[in-house]
């Protein structure tokens, strides 16, 4: 019959599940995420609709169009009326994307950093910044916490986002293939591609805020790859080649 081990070995067991979570903090200043009936201080919402358009899921164009991510509210303006808040690293991680020319893509200017959460790869994406720190780069290492750039409301849509709905659109994300850009360049030819394999189309998105609600409500307990295994089934898809990197 195996012993079992001893309280040094517990303890480094727990130490270092708490240290591969590494539990999520929230990307800008705002904290009304956490206020009972703080959501339409929290999430922007697109023009003529309530702050359930800004949240995560078929929340727009009467449920035809799904929204990948979550859009949180400035919380601080200069005094032509630009959101100033800081964005930060939601995680510690590594670089994986910068992209700093804001006609390329929907998300404006945009960085992806990369994590290594509980044995998973995960993204976590912010867009549609005003500016990105200068000095960052691909490959660079960064901590929770740490300053990435500016909000602002960067995009190459045929309509601006308005000043007043200025936000940060957060994604929590799984790649869904390694070999996206060249699948792209051989079935979507007419369709450019100008970030290979960090196209928005190739990021499996989580909700943001059930994440950060759930991680809230058990603190140390949290895990997120318990929460991916509880998500509900929508539905299943048979593919003909399941070479995945995954």
Same mark, same amino acid.
């Given at each position: 019959?195996?012993?079992?081990?001893?309280?040094?070995?517990?303890?480094?067991?727990?130490?270092?599940?708490?240290?591969?979570?590494?539990?999520?903090?929230?990307?800008?200043?705002?904290?009304?995420?956490?206020?009972?009936?703080?959501?339409?201080?929290?999430?922007?919402?697109?023009?003529?609709?309530?702050?359930?358009?800004?949240?995560?899921?078929?929340?727009?164009?009467?449920?035809?169009?799904?929204?990948?991510?979550?859009?949180?509210?400035?919380?601080?303006?200069?005094?032509?009326?630009?959101?100033?808040?800081?964005?930060?690293?939601?995680?510690?991680?590594?670089?994986?994307?910068? $992209?700093?020319?804001?006609? !390329?893509?929907?998300?404006?200017?945009? &960085?992806? @950093? +990369?994590? /290594?959460? *509980? #044995?998973?790869?995960?993204?976590?994406?912010?867009?549609?910044?005003?500016?990105?720190?200068?000095?960052?780069?691909?490959?660079?290492?960064?901590?929770?916490?740490?300053?990435?750039?500016?909000?602002?409301?960067?995009?190459?849509?045929?309509?601006?986002?308005?000043?007043?709905?200025?936000?940060?659109?957060?994604?929590?994300?799984?790649?869904?293939?390694?070999?996206?850009?060249?699948?792209?360049?051989?079935?979507?030819?007419?369709?450019?591609?100008?970030?290979?394999?960090? $196209?928005?189309?190739?990021? !499996?998105?989580?909700?943001?805020?059930? &994440?950060? @609600? +759930?991680? /809230?409500? *058990? #603190?140390?307990?949290?895990?997120?790859?318990?929460?991916?295994?509880?998500?509900?089934?929508?539905?299943?898809?048979?593919?003909?080649?399941?070479?995945?990197?995954?």
């Amino acid at each position: 019959m195996r012993s079992p081990p001893c309280p040094a070995v517990c303890l480094l067991l727990l130490i270092s599940f708490a240290a591969s979570a590494q539990p999520f903090q929230l990307p800008t200043p705002n904290r009304s995420l956490f206020e009972t009936g703080g959501e339409d201080k929290y999430f922007a919402p697109t023009p003529g609709k309530t702050w359930l358009a800004g949240t995560f899921g078929c929340v727009r164009s009467d449920g035809h169009q799904l929204h990948e991510g979550i859009d949180i509210l400035w919380t601080q303006r200069d005094k032509k009326g630009e959101p100033t808040d800081p964005v930060a690293a939601a995680a510690e991680g590594t670089v994986a994307y910068l $992209n700093r020319k804001a006609g !390329l893509s929907n998300y404006g200017n945009y &960085v992806i @950093l +990369r994590h /290594r959460i *509980e #044995g998973l790869d995960v993204c976590t994406l912010y867009a549609h910044l005003a500016s990105i720190r200068d000095d960052l780069q691909n490959g660079d290492k960064v901590k929770a916490g740490e300053r990435l750039g500016v909000m602002g409301r960067t995009t190459n849509t045929k309509t601006r986002i308005a000043a007043e709905r200025a936000h940060l659109h957060f994604e929590i994300a799984l790649v869904a293939n390694g070999r996206y850009a060249a699948w792209h360049e051989s079935a979507l030819k007419d369709l450019r591609n100008d970030h290979g394999n960090w $196209n928005g189309r190739n990021l !499996l998105g989580l909700d943001p805020r059930a &994440v950060l @609600l +759930r991680q /809230r409500a *058990e #603190g140390d307990k949290f895990s997120l790859l318990r929460f991916m295994q509880a998500q509900v089934e929508l539905c299943r898809v048979l593919v003909k080649q399941p070479d995945f990197t995954y």
